[in-house]
């Protein structure tokens, strides 16, 4: 799978110019392949596999076709979207792709993660996902998990907390960052007929991405919270 850039080719015809690049795949690996051109890449990813082992083999989504082009897609056919999302996103009422993109940013981003808001726009015909392959320096990182089951004390939530702390610092470390502050959220099921919502946050000065100091400002914050 690749991604790239037509816009900057000023193409006349993209549609032409991705069946002769089709043909020329074709003819020198012996390779089929879909490739669908849109003005985003969740966009282009739902033409590539529309037109997915059906001739011609390209679908062209055009930016006033975005709405009629994916109108009856379901949201878990969207690249991006899992199963568990998919499901929670049906619990509103969300299970064509019209429904998710008529909904507010505000109400997708207090209900869900940013990423559902990108692929929103995205949807929507708007660019949020760069081509670059590099990984960006995050300004932030969000370490999130759904429980498999209930979790009732103090110390289950921990248990489950080390792992995701861990797995921050890690992920500041690779990117040679250090953590200012650190904020903790949880939230009872969705699906609770008394959902709730906590959260605190530590700060730390100066910054760090030591495992043990943000081990023991986790421990602090779940304390207050719980």
């Not at 995205?122 to 670059?132: A, I």
């Not at 995701?164 to 904020?183: D, F, P, S, V």
Request: with cysteine; charged share 25%.
């Amino acid at each position: 799978e690749a991604f790239f850039n037509l816009s900057i080719a000023s193409l006349t015809d993209p549609a032409a110019h991705c069946l002769a690049l089709r043909r020329t795949i074709a003819r020198r690996i012996g390779l089929p392949v879909s490739i669908g051109a849109a003005p985003s890449k969740t966009l282009a990813k739902a033409a590539s596999e529309m037109t997915k082992g059906k001739e011609p083999g390209v679908r062209l989504i055009r930016p006033e076709e975005t709405a009629c082009a994916v109108a009856s897609m379901p949201v878990e056919r969207v690249w991006g979207i899992g199963k568990r999302t998919a499901r929670k996103m049906l619990s509103f009422g969300i299970r064509l792709v019209p429904q998710l993109t008529a909904r507010p940013n505000g109400w997708l981003k207090g209900h869900f993660s940013i990423r559902e808001v990108q692929i929103a726009d995205e949807l929507r015909g708007l660019k949020r996902f760069p081509l670059s392959s590099q990984e960006e320096t995050p300004q932030s990182i969000q370490v999130t998990r759904t429980s498999a089951g209930p979790l009732r004390t103090e110390d289950e939530l921990w248990d489950g907390l080390i792992r995701h702390i861990l797995g921050g610092t890690a992920r500041l470390r690779r990117h040679h960052l250090a953590a200012g502050r650190m904020e903790l959220f949880i939230r009872t099921s969705y699906f609770s007929s008394q959902s709730r919502f906590a959260s605190s946050r530590a700060s730390f000065s100066p910054p760090t991405d030591d495992d043990l100091a943000c081990l023991r400002a986790g421990r602090q914050i779940l304390s207050r919270v719980f």
